[in-house]
């Protein structure tokens, strides 16, 4: 598993340790990590979505 996150040249190498690789920054530790308030409200906007784009599917397969 330690494996997956090695480099596999000195350009991707140099991208990790200097710009920064985007795949780490975004997970599910990362969830974890933010206070509890942006958590909360950020799990709202994303129900809140979801629940939006389905009931407008459901709305427009009735009309």
Do not use: Q, T
């Not at 920054?25 to 129900?47: D, E, T």
Request: charge should be positive; avoid cysteine.
């Amino acid at each position: 598993m330690k494996d997956e996150n090695k480099p596999f040249n000195d350009v991707i190498d140099h991208f990790n340790r200097i710009e920064g690789n985007a795949s780490n920054v975004v997970s599910r530790n990362a969830v974890k990590k933010l206070p509890k308030p942006l958590k909360y409200f950020g799990y709202f906007m994303a129900g809140f979505i979801s629940i939006s784009i389905l009931l407008m599917i459901i709305l427009n397969l009735l009309h």
